[in-house]
């Protein structure tokens, strides 16, 4: 089986830009959730999606955003991109969200300039 | 208080010795904890969910005091492979969600011949 897919696996955007990054979660998960890691840290939570709703949000600006689709995967949308962006992006694939165990893909490693 | 905390490290253990990682989380109503693995530039796997009563695959054992709000990782018998960035992870926040995982800053673990 395959495993939690992202795309792109690395991305170089300006200042001011747009990007949108993709996931696809394990078969037959309903869940996606989002998150941003910087260097050194922990991942941090950014969202979470179940049956195409959004079921929470992280402490993050308006400038991010997100959708599910009907097969269950999602894209995760960044506006007016801020040097403070440049992060590895996490989409993490579980069965039920809420406490269940998450598996994450790759990530996209998002660079600003 | 951080909603999560780890052990800051980083450990530097030899070949076969025992090393122990702790973590303590504020939020008590949290109800799923898990250890993850990230190796270098690479996503966090899901190395353990922590149960309440203890639980042990191979040669890893976690464990749960809900008492004192913290989770454990003890590694026996410590391998070269197992040098890594051990995360914590608990599910909830303080506002009352149980949808997100809250991660600690990870605990860097390098394993010398």
């Known amino acids: 089986d395959a495993g939690v897919t992202q795309s792109p696996t690395h991305l170089i955007k300006t200042r001011g830009q747009h990007v949108t990054l993709r996931c696809s979660p394990i078969s037959g998960h309903k869940s996606v959730s989002w998150y941003q890691q910087v260097l050194g840290q922990g991942p941090q939570f950014i969202f979470q999606?179940?049956?195409?709703?959004?079921?929470g949000r992280g402490n993050f600006p308006d400038r991010f955003s997100a959708r599910q689709f009907p097969n269950y995967s999602s894209e995760l949308n960044v506006n007016a991109l801020l040097l403070g962006d440049s992060a590895l992006y996490l989409c993490?694939?579980?069965?039920?969200?809420?406490?269940?165990?998450?598996?994450f893909g790759p990530g996209t490693r998002l660079t600003v300039t | 208080r951080k909603e999560v905390e780890q052990d800051p490290g980083p450990f530097n253990v030899p070949e076969g010795a025992t090393v122990a990682f702790n973590c303590t989380y504020s939020n008590s109503a949290s109800q799923s904890f898990f250890w993850y693995r990230q190796d270098c530039r690479k996503e966090p796997k899901l190395l353990m969910s922590?149960?309440?009563s203890g639980n042990e695959d191979g040669r890893f054992t976690a464990q749960l005091n809900r008492a004192s709000q913290y989770i454990s990782l003890l590694i026996r018998d410590s391998k070269l492979s197992d040098s890594a960035t051990y995360l914590c992870a608990v599910n909830g926040d303080s506002g009352g969600s149980n949808y997100k995982l809250t991660f600690g800053k990870g605990t860097l673990l390098t394993v010398n011949p």
């Open positions: 999606y179940y049956e195409k709703e959004e079921r």
């Open positions: 922590v149960y309440s």
């Open positions: 993490a694939s579980s069965s039920l969200g809420g406490g269940d165990e998450q598996y």
